[in-house]
Structure formats: C-alpha cells, structure tokens
C-alpha cells in the first residue's frame, strides 16, 4: 500500500505561481509512473502531468509551457510547479502514483488552488 498526501494548495492572484508537493510512503519500491490531476468544481478530474520512474515527462499540451512536474531522486516526492496561473486553473489537484505492470494505482486526497483576482 501507498499514502499520498498532497501540499501546497492556496489562494492566488492571476499570475501567481506555486508549487504543489505530494509525499508518498509506504512501499513505493514498484511505483513507476507519478501523475497530477486536477478536478474542478462540478467537473471530471483531469491529467495534468506525468513523470516516470527514469524521469521522462508529459503534459497536457495546453499547460506545458507553465506547469514543470518533478520528482526526488528517492521517488517519494512528487512536485508540481505552476506559473502564470489563471482563473482556470482553480480546482483540486490530486496526486497520482501507479505501478503500470500490476495495474495498481494510489491517490491523495487532494489540495484546493483557487486563483481569484
């Protein structure tokens, strides 16, 4: 088993920037792949981003050029840095980490953004 919890939420302007984080224990000795979602009110959770084990990245495309994911060495912590952040981007951003081969997968319970002028 896996706990996820994820830090780093709060309130912001538009244009702000912060950085969320998601420590992970537990046995994360299988884990290879760590996501970011994010769901906004009254809407489906969306990916956001990606990173593996060996520390290949995706993104949605739309966010790419503002969001970084990043990951410790050690493959406990998981960080999602935000730029630029817009009123769209308001929502609860979840940590995801999964074990690709064994179909297992881990949430957190989420940390609130909102971003509000």
């Known amino acids: 088993q896996v706990q996820l919890v994820e830090s780093g939420g709060d309130l912001v302007g538009p244009g702000g920037s912060l950085t969320l984080s998601c420590v992970a224990s537990?046995?994360?000795?299988?884990?290879?792949?760590m996501r970011w979602y994010r769901q906004a009110p009254g809407e489906v959770r969306l990916f956001v981003a990606a990173?593996?084990?060996?520390?290949?990245?995706t993104y949605v495309p739309s966010l790419k050029d503002r969001f970084t994911i990043k990951k410790n060495d050690a493959g406990n912590m998981l960080y999602l840095q935000m730029n630029n952040l817009q009123l769209d981007d308001s929502a609860v951003y979840y940590c995801?980490?999964?074990?690709?081969?064994?179909?297992?997968?881990?949430w957190g319970r989420g940390t609130q953004v909102r971003v509000s002028s």
């Open positions: 995801n980490f999964r074990n690709t081969l064994g179909a297992e997968e881990y």
């Open positions: 537990g046995d994360i000795s299988e884990i290879d792949d």
């Open positions: 990173i593996t084990a060996l520390g290949t990245t």
